[in-house]
Nanobody, 128 residues
Framework: QVQLVESGGGSVQAGGSLRVSCATS????????MGWFREAPGKEREGVAG???????DYADSVKGRFTISQDSAKNTLYLLMNSLKPEDTAMYYC??????????????????????WGQGTQVTVSS
C-alpha cells in the first residue's frame, strides 16, 4: 500500500511560479513510476508530467518547457515545479503512483488508468 499527500498549492498571478510536492510513504519499491495529473472544473483529468523508475520523463505538450517533474528519493518526495503559469493551468493537481510494467508500457506515463495510487490533490489557481 502506498500513501500520497500533496502540498504546496495556492494562488499565483499569471507568469508566476509555484512548486507542488507529494510526500510518499508505504511500499514504494524501486519499480514504481509516478506522475502529476490535473483536473479543472468540467474537464477530464489529464496527465501533466510523469517520471519512470529509470528516470525517463514525459510531459504534456501544454506544459513542455514550463513545468519540471523531479524526485528526491532520499526524502520520498515528488515535485512539480511550474513556471510561466497561465490561467488555464488552474486546476486541482494530483500525484499518482503506479507499479505495473504492463500498464506502463501500454499506456505510458500520462494516462490515469496506468496508476494505482492517488493523493487527495492540491488546488492551484492562476489569476490573470
Amino acid at each position: 500500500q502506498v500513501q500520497l499527500v500533496e502540498s504546496g498549492g495556492g494562488s499565483v498571478q499569471a507568469g508566476g511560479s509555484l512548486r507542488v510536492s507529494c510526500a510518499t510513504s508505504g511500499d514504494t519499491g524501486s519499480s514504481y513510476y509516478m506522475g502529476w495529473f490535473r483536473e479543472a472544473p468540467g474537464k477530464e483529468r489529464e496527465g501533466v508530467a510523469g517520471i519512470d523508475s529509470d528516470g525517463s520523463l514525459d510531459y504534456a505538450d501544454s506544459v513542455k518547457g514550463r513545468f519540471t517533474i523531479s524526485q528526491d528519493s532520499a526524502k520520498n518526495t515528488l515535485y512539480l515545479l511550474m513556471n510561466s503559469l497561465k490561467p488555464e493551468d488552474t486546476a486541482m493537481y494530483y500525484c499518482a503512483a503506479g507499479e505495473s510494467p504492463f500498464l506502463r508500457k501500454l499506456m505510458g506515463l500520462l494516462r490515469a488508468p496506468a496508476y494505482k495510487y492517488w493523493g487527495q490533490g492540491t488546488q492551484v489557481t492562476v489569476s490573470s
